[in-house]
């Protein structure tokens, strides 16, 4: 078998990217983090893909296995060191503000690694940040933004983050919140405003 055919057979190697460094038990940040865990699972279950999420901590290392997943918590200046070791073919990073993690991933990653970097609602920020992402926006091969059609990415275009003719996709946004049943209001809430949207998640 020759190493194209090898390469086409095996699954995708994808590693999420969670910059923001926590000082919780990797544990506990797992459990505040059920989107997280829930895109891991699915991404797993799908049968074509290895997916692993590199989160950065202030306390030691650990890594925590899941249901076909793992998560590893390392210091953040090691984080792009952990990303390269894991050879993946497409690294998925949470958070447009992390211009250092972002121009480490540059170094650290070879060219034939996609680097997709997803919009969670941050500003393009202070003049440094936009500098440092001047630098490495030619790596970056899809900003994804939650109403990017809208004008979301907008504003990264004006500061000259994301340019003409770069790759912007649209995503739909994820969040969760685990309410206990006991602590539900007796009477149903009224929802205010035109128009109204509500997303009802069930397992």
């Not at 279950?45 to 899941?66: L, N």
């Not at 070791?85 to 690694?113: I, Q």
Request: glycine share 8%; charged share 25%; with cysteine.
């Amino acid at each position: 078998m020759t190493g194209e055919r090898a390469a086409a057979d095996r699954p995708i190697r994808v590693v999420m990217v969670v910059p923001p460094a926590t000082d919780l038990d990797p544990a506990d940040a797992l459990e505040r983090a059920p989107t997280i865990v829930r895109t891991l699972t699915a991404l797993a279950a799908d049968g074509r893909v290895e997916v692993t999420a590199c989160c950065a901590t202030t306390a030691a290392r650990a890594t925590i296995d899941g249901d076909g997943w793992r998560a590893s918590f390392v210091p953040a200046p090691e984080l792009a060191a952990a990303v390269a070791a894991e050879r993946p073919d497409v690294v998925h990073v949470h958070g447009t503000s992390f211009v250092r993690t972002l121009r480490a991933l540059d170094r650290s990653l070879p060219s034939r690694t996609a680097l997709v970097v997803q919009h969670h609602g941050e500003p393009p920020g202070p003049w440094r940040n936009r500098l440092g992402h001047r630098a490495v926006r030619g790596r970056v091969d899809a900003w994804a933004f939650t109403g990017a059609m809208y004008g979301q990415a907008d504003p990264f275009r004006a500061a000259g983050i994301v340019r003409r003719g770069d790759r912007v996709v649209e995503v739909l946004e994820a969040a969760s919140l685990l309410v206990p049943s006991d602590v539900l209001p007796a009477t149903p809430p009224v929802l205010e405003g035109a128009p109204v949207v509500l997303r009802v998640g069930r397992p």
